[in-house]
C-alpha cells in the first residue's frame, strides 16, 4: 500500500515544508523544574522532552551500591496527552523499559560515574509530545539536563534521527515520516568523533545506512553547537546572579570550550 501522506515532492520538499537535511526548530529551557538538580526542556519540532536528574546521592539499595562508581538509573514516562493513540502506555510497557535501558547504555560511558563510588544518579525522562525523534529528544535532553545538574561527562551526547525515502536520505523525522521510511537512530559525541548509540527498528540498505550515518554525524555538530551555546547562557546568567563582577562566564567559558 502507498504512503497517504507525500513524505517528499517534487521541488524537494516534505510534509512541513522542510528540506531533505534540515532540521526541525529546537528550543532548550534550562530552568529550575521542582527540587531536581538539575533539569531540561527540549523541543524537536512538535515532540517534547522534560528530563530531571536528582544526584550524585547516596544509593538507596545495598543491590544497586557499586563501590567503584555510580550507579545510572533511567525511568521514562509517558504523558497520556502526549500522542493521539488511545493507548495508555505504563513504566511497565516493553516500549517504555528498552528506551530507558538504551539511554542507560548510551550515557554509561559518558558520564564519568568513578568519581562517585557507592552513590545513584538517577535521571527522569518525561515525554510531554510526541512527534517523531522520541528517542533523539530523550537522549539531547538527558545531555542538558546532566550539564546542568553539574556532573562530569567525558564529552556531550548528540542524537538524531534519519531516514531514506526512495533513495533521497532525510534528517530529523516527523512521526509521519516514521511510520512511512525505514530510519536509524544515531547518537554521537562531536569532542571525540565517537558514536555511543546506533539503533534501527527497520531494514535500511547498507549502502543508505552508510551514507545516513554520515550526514547524522555531520547534524549532531549543528545539534552540538545548539546544546552547548545554550548551556554557556545558563551558566553566564547563574554566575552574573551569583555577583562575580561585571565580567561574567571567564573561567566558565573556557571550561566549557572543553566540551
Do not use: W
Request: charged share 25%; net charge negative.
Amino acid at each position: 500500500m502507498g504512503s497517504r501522506v507525500e513524505i517528499l515532492n517534487d521541488g524537494g520538499f516534505r510534509s512541513d515544508g522542510r528540506r531533505q537535511y534540515e532540521l526541525r526548530d529546537m528550543t532548550i529551557d534550562l530552568s529550575q523544574q521542582g527540587v531536581a538538580d538539575g533539569s531540561a526542556i527540549i523541543t524537536h519540532g512538535l515532540t517534547q522532552v522534560l528530563v530531571s536528574v536528582f544526584g550524585p546521592r547516596e544509593a538507596k539499595m545495598r543491590s544497586q551500591t557499586m563501590h567503584d562508581r555510580a550507579n545510572i538509573n533511567v525511568e521514562v514516562g509517558v504523558a497520556a496527552f502526549s500522542t493521539g493513540e488511545r493507548r495508555k502506555r505504563s513504566r511497565g510497557d516493553k516500549r517504555i523499559l528498552e528506551m530507558a535501558a538504551t539511554i542507560k547504555s548510551t550515557f554509561e560511558p559518558v558520564v564519568q560515574t568513578s568519581l562517585y563510588p557507592r552513590s545513584q544518579i538517577d535521571i527522569f525522562v518525561q515525554v510531554l509530545q510526541q512527534d517523531g525523534g522520541l528517542l533523539q529528544a530523550c537522549i539531547n535532553g538527558t545531555t542538558l539536563a546532566l550539564a546542568n545538574a553539574g556532573i562530569p561527562l567525558l564529552d556531550f551526547v548528540c542524537a538524531v534521527t534519519g531516514g531514506v525515502h526512495s533513495t533521497s536520505p532525510m534528517l530529523d523525522l516527523t512521526l509521519l515520516e516514521e511510520n512511512d521510511i525505514p530510519h536509524v537512530t544515531v547518537a554521537v559525541m562531536p569532542k571525540t568523533g565517537k558514536v555511543t548509540l546506533v539503533t534501527m527498528e527497520t531494514r535500511l540498505h547498507v549502502e543508505r545506512f552508510e551514507e545516513i550515518f554520515r550526514l547524522a554525524g555531520e547534524a549532531g555538530k549543528v545539534i552540538h553547537a545548539e546544546i552547548k551555546g545554550a548551556i554557556r547562557e545558563r551558566t553566564s546568567r547563574l554566575v552574573g546572579t551569583m555577583g562575580s563582577g561585571p565580567r561574567v562566564g571567564g573561567g566558565e567559558e573556557g571550561a566549557m570550550d572543553e566540551y
